[in-house]
């Protein structure tokens, strides 16, 4: 039989699918966390998340008006940073955490993260993984086009696994880091750095539930819980902090804040188990009041949040969620009294208000009270020019435009909505193209919808990019 000659050296499906596979998870190891599935709003929970970051924030020496809080949707027990300085808390981190010094203590370490620009500097690790990968691809490939298929193989497996530990390593790193940066802005805020070591005694404990071994750390993203707490005792233990209290209006509004997310998160019969009826404290009406209203039981969801009413008359959180019942069990008119008051309370806070705006378009009839829908239109317009990020409030206005006749600013509205909750961009771009084209040019509405259409372009541009990467692998 005629030898056959030698194959030509070429990087086929295989080896390419190999180096896209290296590439992916890299990728997500990076990105992972931004891939949450919602953003829960809830004006209490803000302020809360607020008030507890900004003594921290500022002995982490950060610019307060660039670092966002927000709370993700997700069961975990997790808190992450992504986008710059964002720091996203998982409801599942909120609720296991039943004390507030606990989540000061997570806070410090995701600041940590964002004053050591880890996001950022995510390519120093992932760099010279990425190159070891490579390189390990291109003698592996090298070998097996000299036939000597088993070394070959070898050497891209052997070269994908000192990638991975390469990556690992350097999240290890990037996180024991955090650590000890956010011991020190508890020291420097007098917090006490109790939570923090009592928060990774918690996880620790799950490590063991879950039989995780812990005398290695070498195959994960993040020091074992043990590790970390014997590096950070002694830094915490040794401050004038350790021993301070904890603030028992924080604490306070923490529970109020953990018994809402619980109620609103858990079916009925595992908030009763939770908070019994014999349980008067704020945190458990408030559970109670979201759980009742959720399982269609109006009158009792009035009546636990009116007893919180009724103890603190001047309590804004406590007269939205009175509203909010009354809105949602169709009792509209009912609804406004109460927003209006907590609009008052807040100094308008723009989720609420977004509520009250909400509520009045309703009660307009379709616009048949011209007088509300009026009033709607102008509250609306407030919202969305305090929070950047409400796409329910532009699609109340949209519907006020409508009803108006306002094709233009409908358009615009819809164009905003669709950009905020990540929808098609190039519905998004049509829409704001509609918008420029009934809006005089120059004017603040016209430069907003032109903005819209350019983003959204460049949205576009940047899928049709990445699927046709997505697609490359495959054409060769």
Do not use: C
């Not at 690992?168 to 508890?186: K, M, T, V």
């Not at 009116?306 to 609804?335: N, T």
């Not at 796409?391 to 108006?404: D, H, N, V």
């Amino acid at each position: 039989m005629p030898r056959m000659p030698a194959p030509r050296l070429r990087l086929g499906n295989g080896i390419v699918g190999l180096l896209a596979a290296l590439l992916l998870v890299l990728a997500q190891l990076a990105a992972a966390p931004a891939r949450a599935q919602s953003i829960l709003r809830d004006a209490e929970t803000e302020a809360l998340l607020r008030d507890i970051a900004a003594p921290l924030i500022a002995a982490a020496e950060l610019d307060p008006r660039s670092v966002q809080i927000l709370l993700v949707g997700d069961s975990s027990i997790n808190a992450f940073v992504a986008g710059g300085q964002n720091v996203f808390f998982h409801s599942g981190l909120l609720v296991a955490a039943k004390d507030v010094n606990q989540v000061q203590g997570v806070m410090a370490h995701e600041l940590g993260h964002i004053a050591g620009g880890h996001a950022v500097r995510w390519g120093e690790g992932a760099g010279p993984a990425s190159t070891i990968s490579l390189l390990s691809l291109i003698l592996g490939a090298a070998a097996m086009a000299a036939g000597a298929g088993d070394a070959g193989l070898a050497a891209i497996m052997a070269g994908q696994q000192a990638a991975q530990a390469k990556i690992l390593s350097f999240n290890r790193e990037q996180e024991s880091r955090a650590d000890q940066a956010g011991a020190a802005y508890l020291n420097r805020a007098g917090i006490s750095g109790r939570g923090m070591i009592s928060f990774f005694e918690q996880l620790q404990g799950e490590e063991y539930r879950l039989a995780i071994p812990q005398t290695n750390s070498y195959n994960r993203t993040h020091p074992l819980s043990g590790e970390r707490i014997r590096a950070l005792d002694n830094v915490l233990r040794a401050s004038p902090s350790w021993n301070a209290p904890v603030d028992a209006e924080l604490q306070r509004r923490y529970d109020r804040v953990r018994g809402k997310l619980i109620g609103f998160l858990y079916p009925l019969e595992t908030v009763l188990e939770a908070y019994p009826e014999t349980d008067t404290s704020e945190a458990a009406r408030f559970a109670r009041a979201y759980a009742f209203h959720k399982a269609a039981f109006p009158e009792k969801a009035l009546a636990e949040v009116k007893a919180v009413v009724a103890r603190r008359p001047d309590d804004p959180y406590a007269r939205e969620l009175e509203g909010q019942i009354l809105l949602e069990s169709g009792r509209v008119e009912e609804a406004i009294a109460p927003l209006r008051r907590a609009v008052e309370l807040s100094r308008g806070e723009p989720l609420i208000a977004g509520m009250l705006g909400h509520a009045l378009l309703q009660a307009s009839n379709d616009g048949a009270d011209a007088a509300k829908l009026a009033e709607a239109e102008q509250v609306l317009r407030a919202v969305v020019q305090r929070d950047g990020r409400n796409p329910f409030a532009w699609r109340q206005l949209g519907t006020i435009y409508e009803l108006k006749g306002d094709a233009p600013r409908a358009a615009l509205a819809s164009a905003e909505r669709i950009s905020l909750s990540g929808g098609d961009p190039r519905v998004a771009r049509q829409a704001a193209r509609t918008a420029m084209a009934g809006l005089p040019r120059g004017t603040p509405d016209f430069l907003r919808a032109e903005d819209i259409a350019l983003a959204s372009q460049g949205e576009i541009e940047r899928l049709r990019l990445r699927d046709r990467d997505r697609q490359e692998p495959q054409r060769r």
